[in-house]
Structures are given as structure tokens and as C-alpha cells.
Antibody, heavy 123, light 108 residues
Framework: QVQLQESGPGLVKPSQTLSLTCIVS??????????WSWIRQPAGKGLEWIGR???????NYNPSLESRVAMSVDASKNQFSLRLSSVTAADTAVYYC???????????????WGQGTLVAVSS | DIQMTQSPSSLSASIGDRVTITCRSS??????LNWYQQKPGKAPKLLIY???SLQSGVPSRFSGRGSGTDFTLTITSLQPEDFATYFC??????????FGQGTKVEIK
């Protein structure tokens, strides 16, 4: 069973860079079967897809965040990471890492999620 | 972006009730629609994919229907463990995935 666990600072100052890591266990981040995403949820609000990384380096980002986002994979540690630059209070949210896959019918869904980590942006 | 709109935003129901949640997309997404359940402080859990396919291990009291722009999630006999928030998510505009705002199911 694939399990994901986020880690990183819970507090980031405005204008600085938010950095989070997701450790994958029970599966391989470089297997090619899953697309590894970051998703966030501000308090009391819905979920927002931030971006994904797959095939050990290919990325797609949400256009609304693309200028500030970078994702990477460290296959040797079986983990993937998120960097979000120039943060403001609007970036305060619970950040989830998630693994998604296409099924045999071509439908994509997120079938593995981390527990989430709260990141607050405040001075 | 494809906008996903859920209704209602919250509802109160009793154990054993039949509950239906609606999700509407801003454009045709065929059956590229997933449903998730989220309990407080926990990660979302996949319930339904492809609009109507039940994820392995999910009780059969959960069902999904719809295609195009209108979708429903139905719980036929609400159980105590079903009180949670439910989200829909479209995967048609791969990879720009968008989610509904959620529907909170509370105990009456």
C-alpha cells in the first residue's frame, strides 16, 4: 500500500520560499505509474491543484501559480518536493501531496494522499 | 478553467437517510468526474471515479451518476461514519484538475 508523508516548516515569512517534501513508501516515485501532485486547501475552503511531476522530471503547473512554483524528484530518497516562492498570506493552507493514476479506461484520479501539513505565512 | 459547483454547501441528515449531493461543471466533462470524502483533519479519500465506478473497498451504499455537466453522489442509507465533507473533481482538462467547494454532511 502506497503511503505519503509531507514534511517541512509550518511557518514561512512573507516574500520567502515555501519548501515541502513528500516521502513515498510502499511504492516508487520513479515507477512511472503515478503522477505526483501537490494540492492545497485554505482553511474552510476547497481544494486547489498546484501541480504535478512524473517520469522523474516532467512537470505541469497550475497556470495561476506557475511563475512561483517548482517541483522536483529525488529518486534516491524516494521523495518529491515543492517550492513556492514569494509567498503571501494567501498561500496559507494545508498542503497535501497526492499520487494520481490513470485507470484502464483512461480516467485519472488521486488514489493516494498524504495526511497534509499546515503552512502559515506570517511575519 | 473548468469550474465545479456543488450543492448544497451543507446539509443535515439522520442515520438511515438517503442523501444526494450535486456537482455541476461549467462545460462538458463527459464522465471525467471523481468524488472524494474528507473527514476533519484527514486527507481526502477516493470514493467514485469515472462518474460512477466505485473505488475498491468503498461501501456499496455510495453511488455516482451523471455525464456531461451534471453529476450526483448518493448515499442510500447514511451511516455514522459518513458524516464528512464530500468533494467532486474533474479530470477532463488533464492536468488542470479542479475541485468543487465541498458539501458538508452533518448530523441532524
Amino acid at each position: 500500500q502506497v503511503q505519503l508523508q509531507e514534511s517541512g516548516p509550518g511557518l514561512v515569512k512573507p516574500s520567502q520560499t515555501l519548501s515541502l517534501t513528500c516521502i513515498v513508501s510502499g511504492g516508487s516515485v520513479s515507477s512511472g505509474s503515478h503522477y505526483w501532485s501537490w494540492i492545497r486547501q485554505p482553511a474552510g475552503k476547497g481544494l486547489e491543484w498546484i501541480g504535478r511531476i512524473y517520469n522523474i522530471g516532467s512537470t505541469n503547473y497550475n497556470p495561476s501559480l506557475e511563475s512561483r512554483v517548482a517541483m522536483s524528484v529525488d529518486a534516491s530518497k524516494n521523495q518529491f518536493s515543492l517550492r513556492l516562492s514569494s509567498v503571501t498570506a494567501a498561500d496559507t493552507a494545508v498542503y497535501y501531496c497526492a499520487g494520481g493514476a490513470f485507470d484502464s479506461s483512461g480516467y485519472f484520479h488521486f488514489d493516494h494522499w498524504g495526511q497534509g501539513t499546515l503552512v502559515a505565512v506570517s511575519s | 478553467d473548468i469550474q465545479m459547483t456543488q450543492s448544497p454547501s451543507s446539509l443535515s441528515a439522520s442515520i438511515g437517510d438517503r442523501v444526494t449531493i450535486t456537482c455541476r461543471s461549467s462545460q462538458n466533462i463527459f464522465t471525467y468526474l471523481n468524488w472524494y470524502q474528507q473527514k476533519p483533519g484527514k486527507a481526502p479519500k477516493l470514493l467514485i471515479y469515472g462518474a460512477s465506478s466505485l473505488q475498491s473497498g468503498v461501501p456499496s451504499r455510495f453511488s455516482g451518476r451523471g455525464s456531461g455537466t451534471d453529476f450526483t453522489l448518493t448515499i442510500t442509507s447514511l451511516q455514522p461514519e459518513d458524516f464528512a465533507t464530500y468533494f467532486c473533481q474533474q479530470s477532463y482538462s488533464n492536468p488542470m484538475y479542479t475541485f468543487g467547494q465541498g458539501t458538508k454532511v452533518e448530523i441532524k
